[in-house]
């Protein structure tokens, strides 16, 4: 129980982050499809900082270093997205998707690259951190504390407050509604979707390198992340694009994935004898159910996907 | 006065194509050179050379027999999304559809011993279900399709390795071979597979692909049906206004696209070429290559039959580099950067026409006033007079 507890609150964390992430970029007025190969940038900033960082370096540094690294690899890639999609007005689902495919392939080459060099048998593309994971995690009786989770919270308070409560966010909000009006008023709408998109990579790589140190130890690039990016999108849809509901809806979809890790240890689970593959199909499952009820009524930015163009009526 | 070839659209794609080509194997060499300056020309031409690499013409056309086998279906995933695109959608499903056609043309073939057509056409079915239910999601829950595609995509894989699992070797991960267990599943070669130096891979699937990739681009641009669903694509709304079935076109849609994709993974697998491997963690690249190939193509079919030859020439070349220094996995960083400054293009387009359009400006405005100058001193002379 307390193992399942555990999970949930671990991928609920990178649910919150990045659902958090795309919610900034759409309310800017950006849709960022990419944010899957954003969290695969912001794994892999993380993990190699974790990688080079001296094996005696306190727990704190080692803390601030890894989130430093991922929160800035995500926010350099995801200026790929912004600098397209702001100022060259490309079709943000290409760019999104180009993000997503060449988050893996670049991370993967990269990877291999440091591997090989490291030594020349070594082709594989994984990264190994199990020292240096130690840092984040504080034991709490049996249950595993991980101060990503402390970040999350306080990074979910920090947005709330600075969507709702101060003037950047209500002026983000506005070029996400009508860009148009928000440029009538004096707001500069490219600088507003840049910072949405910024502040979305921000996210979006914390979340990644959140999602790579849940469980395991080890990392290989390849892979990817599994979808979490687009399930984030759905946990931010479900959210009706609000960072309170996107917090509740992230714990949700966080307990159907934790339940894939850890259904062999109830009782009950075990003797319906439900074939492991199964588990891991559930939080797509539950996210196109819960999107089929959900997206009817959606309080989406109205001007999200649309490029601004100055000269446009 | 003289057209300006430039003016053309279809030159302008095919610029367009050729400048994001260039730039991507560009940025691609940046890469190698980064890794290890040393093989970087070297590993930059082995991607691009691919089966030119060996040296006897044999069998350089025995590996472009398997570049063509792989071809195929990467032009039907092509096809698929481009058919969803001119439509409006982004249909990234194409992955988890042509996955769903590898589970039932597999399994149909190894575990019922079904021949090669009805195979074939259970895949295509499976596809087009999987592409009717991101239809339904978005015209009747307005599902956006793309996050419904990626989760049907997850979806898809996991049942994919469940289903496949009862058809595989005991000893390894993989699925039986074809050709022991069931040969009448497997493609007939038509006599296509000498012509590649005796590559029994090569057969009916190339073809096939090339024929349907002209079907697609008849059925889009003249007949009525293909009219409907771009109009639908170009404003829901004013479509559903002219009376069109703006719902059912969407569903039609994504259950054809889903259906070219279904099909493309027949292509592949009821040849033989490869197996499935029953603990695939990740949707297979082919649907996400497809994107690359029908933007690089310009989303025209006749296009997408180039682009697919040349994202699968440079994906397999890949697997040319020297692995001391590199890995194989550069092509598909080359592709996605292809893919990326394909965002681009409509930017490339519009600065060539305000380009043309600012010269013809100023040729008008020279030809104006050369025709005034001489006007002017007429008629001083007539007043002279």
Known sequence: MVLLLQYTLTFASVLILVALGGCFSEHSGVINLGLEGVMIMGALGGALAMRYMPTDSSAFSMLIVVLLAAALAGTVYSSLLAVACINFKADQTIVGTALNMLGTAGATVIVKAINTAANPDDVSSTIQYAGAKKAFLVNIGSFEFSWFMLVTLLLLIAAYVALYKTRFGLRLMACGEHPQAADSVGINVYKMRWAGVLISGMLGGLGGIVFITAGVSEWRFEYGVAGFGFLSLAVMIFGQWKPTRIALAALLFGLFRALSNVYAGFEFLKNLNIPSPVYNMMPYIISLVVLAFTSKKSRAPKAEGIPYDKGQR | ?385
Request: hydrophobic fraction near 50%.
């Open chain 2, 1 to 385: 006065m003289k057209k300006n070839i430039l003016k053309n659209s279809g030159v302008q794609s095919l610029l367009a194509s050729l400048v994001c080509v260039i730039l991507g194997l560009l940025i691609g060499y940046i890469v190698l050179l980064f890794i290890n300056p040393d093989g970087a020309g070297e590993a930059i031409t082995d991607v691009m050379k691919n089966f030119l690499t060996y040296s006897k013409p044999e069998t350089q056309v025995k590996y472009l027999g398997n570049t063509l086998v792989k071809t195929a279906p990467l032009l039907m995933c092509s096809l698929s999304i481009l058919f969803a695109y001119k439509v409006g959608l982004f249909n990234i499903g194409a992955a988890g559809q042509y996955c769903i056609g590898v589970a039932l043309s597999l399994y149909a073939a190894l575990a019922w011993g079904w021949s090669w057509l009805p195979c074939m056409l259970l895949a295509m079915l499976g596809g087009a279900l999987l592409g009717a239910i991101s239809g339904l999601l978005k015209s009747y829950c307005n599902v956006n399709e793309v996050i419904s595609g990626i989760m049907l995509n997850w979806i898809v894989l996991y049942l994919t390795n469940m289903l496949l699992t009862q058809v595989k070797e005991d000893t390894s991960p993989y699925t039986f071979v074809l050709s022991h267990k069931n040969a009448s599943a497997i493609l007939p070669s038509l006599g296509l597979g000498s012509l590649f130096n005796g590559n029994q891979y090569v057969g009916l699937a190339l073809p096939l692909s090339i024929v349907i990739a002209i079907l697609v681009w008849v059925v889009l641009e003249k007949t009525r049906i293909g009219y409907e669903l771009r109009a639908t694509g170009n404003n829901k709304n004013a479509a559903k206004y002219c009376g069109m079935a703006e719902k059912r076109n969407i569903i039609m849609t994504l259950a054809i696209s889903g259906m070219l994709a279904g099909l493309g993974a027949a292509m592949l697998y009821l040849t033989g070429y490869e197996q499935w491997q029953c603990s695939t963690s990740s949707v297979p690249g082919m649907g996400f290559n497809g994107i690359a190939a029908a933007f690089l193509g310009g989303l025209n079919p006749i296009g997408a039959i180039l682009a697919s030859f040349f994202i699968q020439h440079i994906t397999a070349g890949g697997a040319y580099v020297d692995k001391s220094m590199y890995c194989a996995q550069i092509s598909d960083l080359i592709s996605s950067i292809i893919i990326y400054l394909c965002g681009f293009v409509l930017f490339m387009k519009y600065a060539m026409n305000t380009a043309i359009a600012k010269r013809e400006e100023k040729a008008a405005l020279k030809e104006k006033e050369r025709a005034q100058t001489p006007e002017v001193s007429d008629n001083g002379k007539g007043g002279d007079q």
